[in-house]
Nanobody, 123 residues
Framework: QVQLVESGGGLVQAGGSLRLSCAVS????????MGWFRQAPGKEREFVAH????????TYADSVKGRFTISRDNAKNTVYLQMNSLKPEDTAVYYC????????????????WGQGTQVTVSS
């Protein structure tokens, strides 16, 4: 079965950077668009970024544009989220997900999810 494992979360001061990784196994990685979502306490899971199977197309939430960069390495079956200029409001559990090439703003459209990694940004 397809499995996704996130890593790279942690505690960072405002203005700092982190790089999240998501390793995918059990499927054909290049078949899937890949997305990152986040969920803060008391809030719904929200879209962060998406990348197409061949890295031609990327999409970002307005809240992270210019600060976050999504990328993927199909040879390593891994997707990344580089997060720069972090803000306290970026604090959340970050999830990677595999699935759609359309409707990728919607969590329900995705086929597989990781367990998440905590990102905490202090002020």
């Amino acid at each position: 079965q397809v499995q996704l494992v996130e890593s790279g979360g942690g505690l960072v001061q405002a203005g700092g950077s982190l790089r999240l990784s998501c390793a995918v196994s059990g499927g054909t990685f290049s078949n899937y668009g890949m997305g990152w979502f986040r969920q803060a306490p008391g809030k719904e899971r929200e879209f962060v970024a998406h990348i197409s199977w061949n890295s031609v197309t990327t999409t970002y939430a307005d809240s992270v544009k210019g600060r976050f960069t999504i990328s993927r390495d199909n040879a390593k079956n891994t997707v990344y989220l580089q997060m720069n200029s972090l803000k306290p409001e970026d604090t959340a559990v970050y999830y990677c997900a595999a699935g759609p090439k359309t409707q990728y703003l919607r969590p329900a459209a995705y086929f597989f999810w990781g367990q998440g990694t905590q990102v905490t940004v202090s002020s």
